[in-house]
């Protein structure tokens, strides 16, 4: 934030935190907002994806069987929580109780707030997405494992 704070994308500011401190609040810029609408425009450049439980997943002929459990039990525990935490995210969206949604709604016109709404909800449905397939992968995984150790 200091180094964007120093490029003149954002205005930062000491407020008062607790009884004697104090926190540097920032706000965007209109450079800071002119250079996030370029970004915004720009094609996704991907990375490769190195995704360590898919790859372990690769060679668990070498893991014992119970170990191969516990790898793909604590991935399939791991998408459940992030489901139960998205899932929760986009009821807040939808039902505009998010902290953060209401007040980006209270700086921006009533025009817009369906655009707003709607993209962040598209984005949580993608992410529950993603943490459901990732739970049904583990699920086949530790059947996999049962079959193959039978």
Do not use: C
């Not at 607790?18 to 965007?28: A, D």
């Not at 991907?46 to 516990?70: C, F, G, I, Q």
């Amino acid at each position: 934030l200091r180094r964007m704070e120093a490029e003149g994308l954002l205005a930062g500011q000491d407020v008062p935190w607790g009884p004697r401190g104090s926190k540097r609040e920032y706000t965007i810029s209109a450079a800071g907002l002119e250079s996030f609408r370029v970004w915004m425009n720009e094609p996704i450049a991907y990375a490769v994806e190195r995704n360590p439980a898919h790859l372990k997943a690769a060679y668990l002929e070498w893991s014992s069987p119970h170990s191969a459990r516990n790898i793909l039990t604590a991935h399939r525990e791991h998408y459940q929580e992030r489901l139960e935490d998205w899932s929760a995210k986009l009821h807040e969206i939808n039902t505009m109780t998010n902290p953060l949604i209401r007040k980006r709604m209270e700086k921006f016109p009533a025009e817009d707030h369906e655009k707003i709404i709607a993209y962040k909800a598209f984005t949580y449905e993608g992410l529950i997405a993603r943490a459901e397939v990732e739970i049904l992968w583990a699920n086949r995984g530790l059947a996999l494992v049962d079959q193959l150790n039978a």
